[in-house]
Structure formats: structure tokens, C-alpha cells
């Protein structure tokens, strides 16, 4: 269905971007948490099997709702990444970033929307509130990129990186994309953050709850994808080296953000 933006003279348009791998079983909820919103939102098959795009496609059949597939398996970033550009190609000025497996509260759109409206800079950023389904290692497995995320901000700000429920304002995120290769894969979340904090992009939260689903599916590869959280650290690292000075100099007593 066509998704082009609004034309009217509002300064904030906003997109929903769901990457899409193989979640056939819960990606119907989710669009219908979207609509409940009553947003537009674009779906990006990140090279689904078969049964998962046929849904995609019926999916894509309803009012409001955007369909962009990828040939082949590029990762959520590398998912993400098609979905900025296409919805920057629409005129949209904001996307809203949500996962397909169900595990974030769709109730909470508005008020993630209602925050990005009032600081249409900043990126609004989800917390987790997790109930008693989130698995323990993943609770605490969490801690060791917080701990990176304070150490390569300088800061405590960034409070949750890894959370995918979040709005990024187009303009100073496409000027990311432009300028830096960002990481394709589970590490995109935390990179893309981390980069848009360095260059001064405010970053707002929000608290979110966020459960596991019994019959979810998760494409974290414990082996493989802690190789590129941890390939992301160092490179944030020595990325944080080359800007001490400067990072430094912003922490300055007085000096607002």
C-alpha cells in the first residue's frame, strides 16, 4: 500500500520500520499493534523463507502498511539501514523502530511518537521493564555493553543500548549512514547509539516493558554475534580515544549537552 508522507505542513513524519527475519507467527500481532496507533509502517523482509514473506505480503495488502523485501539475508542493521532510506526517500522525517518477534508492548507507540513530537532532535530511546520471562543470561549478559557504552560515551547516560524499540530523527542519522560503516548485524543497535551520541545527538528514554514470548524466536547467535558486539566494543573504543579530547571538552563543568 502507498506509504508516502504526509504533505501538510507538520515538521514531524513519522514511519514505523519493522525488520522482518523468519517471524511469520508473530509479525501479525505486532502490525496489528501498529495500527491500533494508527501510523503507517513499512515491513523489510530481510530475506525470508517463503512462508514467512507470503505473510509479509498478505500483510502488506492492508491500509498503511509498506512492504520492502531484501534479496538476501543482510542482518537487522543491514535491514534497518533499507528501511531509513526508503522512508527518507518518502519524505518521512522520523522512524519509529520496533523488532518482529512480539516482545515489545505496541500499547506504547503513542507515547514513544508523543516524546519524539516534543524533542523532534533527540532520539527516543526504550528501557526495558522486563517481566519474569526474560531469560537470566540475557538480563545480566546485558551488563557487560553497558558498561562498554559508559566507557566509550564518557558518560552513564545511555542508560539501554540494545533495546529496539526506539525513534531516531532521519537528518542527523542519514548524515551518520553517510559518513561512517555501521555495524550490519545485533551490533547496529548499540554502534548506531553510540555514534549519534558522539556527534551530540540528544538521546531521550523511556521505560517499556518488554517480555519473551514462550514460543519466540530469537536469531541471536551466541558464538558469532558475541564475536561482533565484542569486534564493536574495540572499534568504539578506539574511536572514543581519537575524540577524548573532545569528549572531554563537552563534559566540561557548565557546559550543557
Not at 71 to 94: D, P, T, V
Not at 152 to 180: I, K, W
Not at 188 to 206: G, I, K, M, N
Request: glycine share 6%.
Amino acid at each position: 500500500m502507498p506509504l508516502e508522507a504526509a504533505t501538510a505542513a507538520v515538521d514531524h513524519r513519522l514511519l514505523v520500520v519493522i525488520p522482518v527475519y523468519d517471524h511469520e507467527q508473530a509479525i501479525a500481532k505486532v502490525v496489528a499493534g501498529v495500527q491500533q496507533a494508527a501510523v503507517p509502517c513499512l515491513l523489510v523482509d530481510d530475506g525470508s523463507r517463503v512462508s514467512c514473506a507470503r505473510v509479509l505480503q498478505q500483510l502488506s495488502q492492508q491500509p498503511q502498511v509498506g512492504l520492502l523485501r531484501l534479496e538476501h539475508n543482510q542482518g537487522k542493521g543491514g535491514a534497518m539501514l533499507a528501511g531509513f532510506a526508503h522512508a527518507a526517500a518518502l519524505g518521512y522525517s522520523h522512524v519509529l523502530q520496533i523488532d518482529a518477534d512480539g516482545q515489545h508492548d505496541t500499547a506504547d507507540i503513542p507515547a514513544f511518537i508523543a516524546a519524539s513530537q516534543q524533542q523532534p532532535d533527540a532520539v527516543i530511546c526504550g528501557i526495558p521493564a522486563y517481566d519474569q520471562s526474560v531469560p537470566k543470561a540475557r538480563l545480566y549478559g546485558r551488563y557487560a555493553t553497558h558498561v562498554w557504552v559508559w566507557i566509550n560515551t564518557l558518560s552513564l547516560h545511555l542508560r539501554d543500548s540494545m533495546c529496539g524499540f526506539r525513534v531516531y530523527p532521519l537528518a542527523p542519522l542519514q548524515q551518520l549512514v553517510a559518513s561512517e560503516r555501521l555495524g550490519r548485524r545485533m551490533d547496529f543497535d548499540t554502534e548506531v547509539l553510540v555514534r549519534l551520541y558522539w556527534r551530540q545527538v540528544p538521546v531521550e528514554h523511556r521505560l517499556t516493558r518488554v517480555t519473551y514470548p514462550v514460543d519466540g524466536v530469537s536469531h541471536f547467535d551466541v558464538w558469532r554475534d558475541n564475536l561482533r558486539i565484542s569486534a564493536m566494543h574495540a572499534r568504539l573504543f578506539l574511536g572514543m580515544l581519537c575524540r577524548l579530547p573532545r569528549l572531554l571538552w563537552q563534559r566540561r563543568p557548565g557546559r550543557p549537552r
